[in-house]
């Protein structure tokens, strides 16, 4: 199929849709459930709570340095529901193709998609394929959906959390964001960044596991950063946060990046990260169960939960000044020297 | 560090005691405004110490006229406009280009490189290069200039609103109500012009003049030593940042602008007309100039918004004192250019300025 493009007709329902289906995505990561090609997948569960999540991929380039859009359609979703204290299922994917698009492309990031999924251990059980004329689109967009079963130690929420609690990072930050915009930029670094773009599963199963109700809260630091999901969860407990920027995990070629263009670290989106609240006794505990995870070898305490009269997050820079994190606003546009 | 950060607490106490009152210090650049507010600097220096925003924003400084001739150029079918990011958002008159964009015919540039691309690329339409910024991209839109010049292309006009950085720091110290007792002075820019280029301003003004990078620790030093030198009553250009920045610059890109461009007098948002400012194509390359090719008439024209842009950029207020500051003024929706770009004065302030309350 090598130079064959992508045609309205493939989007038609007919044959084409019938072998662009079969060769390019059932080929890549077809199993039982999904080869009925049914309206809806039947699924059997215990007694678990289920959780549900669904999200949509637009991101530009579509093969960037750490990843593609594939790989980054269902690590995000995955991350959703780890980040929920949830065990990751069953995915949906649901893609659409501007005409024309390269049907090698397709099966490429198919591909990457199927060895996520391999690694992550989910299976994608139901889908949709629709074709747009030319202009449309850009290019391919992925919607993906998941779900998965609550672990039974699951015990999080906003309202668990209090003065006293520790915040623990997976790892480096901003390196999706920047990987993507030094792409953008056409830097020369752009090499030597890499995105994040992994999944948190392994972390947040494993430190649900051990530590339970301990583990008060989780999120990953997607668009907005780090500072986002701060400033969130000091909005919605009232209580103030407070971390070091000697703690923080960067990545030099990250912060190179992120300098030349003038953006600000804490803002940058991460794709493979999860900002976690623990309790202050078993936070070391916490910490040194991340750092043996796959994706967690750079994750470090980063800061506390704090009582202020308002609800804001402060950051201790490397001179030993603080300034205030706001909620990043706009956006965030690179510098033109 | 903290040596560092101690001598710079030294520093600053000897000079408000020499001057008997508060030291004002203008950071010219955007860059280092943001630096400065992302260190957390303004907090953790002493009160004695006051920090003004300078005009050093290429976005910042530029008028309405400008860019609604660029929104006219906009419309028209026959041009495309090649701009920089941050230009998109600057609201003219008629608005700003990003209120354009879904006609196409904008494009944002990552570099002036691919300016050119683009022209050769689409020799059917006019490519209205809006070339902005200080020294530093200056010398980047020369080269095509030239290239183009070289290669024959016929398609490509440059709508030059590139400024030069002393101009304005002479028409900052000319103002009579100025408060501005010493320059930080831009890494970048002066890495293109050398410290040198601040002599006369020294021997002028009898104003400090200091080189720094961006880094807070470099600022931090940079802060000692106009203190030292306002304490001593010695003003003179010196450079905390020595390693980049030669005494004469870089004569390369020296010797490119100047054969391509001439100093005119120019207009700047909130300061008005500042002599020998701007630059302008030399008439060697008049073919590429599209102030003289497009049949455009830009008119520049005082800001009728009630943006307080020009104060903020002359240091006379801080961006909290304009009564549009985060109410209608937002970066989401900013009203003047200071809060569009992130190294704006107004922008800064809104994102790190809010001041810290204390622990319970
Ligand atoms: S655009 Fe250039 S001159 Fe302006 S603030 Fe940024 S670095 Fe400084
Ligand atoms: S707050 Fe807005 S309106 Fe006021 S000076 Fe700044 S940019 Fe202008």
Known sequence: MSGEKILLAHGGGGRMTDELIRNVILSAFGNSTLNKLTDSAELQTNQNNICFTTDGFVVKPLFFNGGDIGKLSICGTINDLAVSGAKPIALSMSLIIEEGFEIEVLRQIMNSVAKTIKEENVKIVCGDTKVVEAGAADKLFITTSGIGLKLPKAKMGFERISAGDKIIVSGTLGDHGMTIMSHREGMKFETEIQSDCGSVAEICEKIIDSLGENIKFMRDPTRGGLAATLNEISNQTNYGIEIDENTIPVHPSTRAAADMLGFDILDIANEGKVVIVISAERADECLQICKQCKNGKDAAIIGQVIKTDEPIVELITKIGARRIVQMPSGRELPRIC | ?360
Not at chain 2, 150 to 169: D, E, G, M, T
Not at chain 2, 226 to 254: E, F, M, R
Not at chain 2, 263 to 280: E, H, P
Request: glycine share 8%.
């Open chain 2, 1 to 360: 560090m903290l040596e560092r950060i101690n001598r710079a607490y030294k520093q600053i106490a000897r000079a408000t005691t020499a001057l008997g009152r508060r030291v004002n210090i203008m950071e010219v650049c955007g860059t280092h405004t943001v630096s400065i507010f992302r260190a957390g600097l303004r907090d953790a220096f002493p009160e004695g110490l006051k920090l003004l925003s300078g005009p050093g924003c290429p976005v910042c400084i530029t008028d309405h006229g400008y860019i609604d001739t660029v929104i006219e150029l906009a419309d028209r079918d026959d041009c495309i406009i090649a701009t920089y990011g941050d230009m998109i958002r600057v609201p003219g008159r008629k608005g700003s280009l990003e209120q354009r964009t879904s006609k196409g015919n904008i494009k944002v540039m990552l570099s002036a490189e691919d300016v050119l691309k683009l022209a050769k690329e689409n020799p059917a339409k006019k490519i209205v290069f809006v070339a902005v910024g200080f020294e530093t991209t200056a010398p980047a839109t020369a080269v095509i200039v030239n290239e183009a010049h070289q290669q024959n292309i016929k398609n490509l006009f440059v709508f030059s609103n590139h400024k030069l950085v002393i101009p304005a720091i002479r028409a900052l110290l000319s103002e009579v109500n100025n408060n501005i007792d010493a320059f930080l002075c831009p890494g970048h820019v002066s890495v293109i012009i050398g410290s040198d280029a601040y002599k006369p301003i020294v021997e002028e003004y009898k104003k400090p003049c200091v080189v720094a990078g961006f880094e807070p620790m470099q600022i931090i030093d940079g802060i000692a030593e106009i203190c030292k030198q306002l304490a001593d009553a010695a003003p003179a250009v010196s450079s905390v940042y020595p390693a980049a920045v030669s005494k004469h610059g870089n004569k390369t890109a020296q010797k490119i602008v100047d054969e391509v461009f001439d100093a005119a007098d120019g207009y700047w948002r909130g300061l008005g007309v500042i002599k020998q400012s701007t630059l302008k194509l030399k008439d060697k390359f008049s073919s590429f100039d599209a102030e003289k090719q497009l049949n455009i008439n830009c008119i520049p024209e005082e800001d009728l918004t009630g943006c307080r842009c020009g104060e903020v950029l002359c240091g006379l207020i801080d961006p909290p004192q304009c009564a549009m500051f985060t109410s209608q003024c937002t970066p989401d929706k900013p009203v003047g250019p200071c809060m569009v770009s992130s190294e704006g004065a107004c922008a800064a302030w809104f994102k790190y300025g809010r001041r810290r309350r204390h622990r319970q």
